[in-house]
């Protein structure tokens, strides 16, 4: 069973950057896919990226504008997935999440990290 410690939110301004982090652990990291996600307020969870062992990403549909915002990767020595979050608007307030999985997410939901952006 996978485990996952997301970590680098914050309260930012419109126009800023932050970069989150997820280290993870319970299974063989380098050969699973790794997705961030993220849940608004009242809605549901979506996925933002998802990035594959051989450096493969894909975008979630119903995210709006984060292709060229947004930027995957992944550290298989260090076990973490980042994403690069740039110029930030205030519908990216959320609570992301990391996971691991190409189709769906495997495991169980950690924490989660909040980020909110002011107008």
């Known amino acids: 069973q996978g485990q996952f410690s997301e970590s680098g939110g914050g309260l930012v301004q419109r126009g800023d950057s932050l970069t989150l982090s997820c280290r993870a652990s319970g299974f063989n990291f380098m050969v699973e896919a790794m997705g961030w996600y993220r849940q608004a307020p009242g809605k549901e969870r979506e996925m933002v990226a998802i990035?594959?062992?051989?450096?493969?990403?894909?975008?979630?549909d119903s995210v709006d504008s984060v292709e060229g915002r947004f930027t995957i990767s992944r550290n298989d020595d260090e076990r973490t997935v980042y994403l690069q979050m740039n110029d930030l608007q205030p519908e990216d307030t959320a609570v992301y999440y990391c996971?691991?999985?190409?189709?769906?997410?495997?495991?169980?939901w950690g924490q989660g990290t909040q980020v909110t952006v002011s107008s």
């Open positions: 996971n691991r999985g190409w189709k769906e997410p495997a495991d169980a």
């Open positions: 990035i594959s062992a051989l450096d493969t990403i894909k975008y979630g």
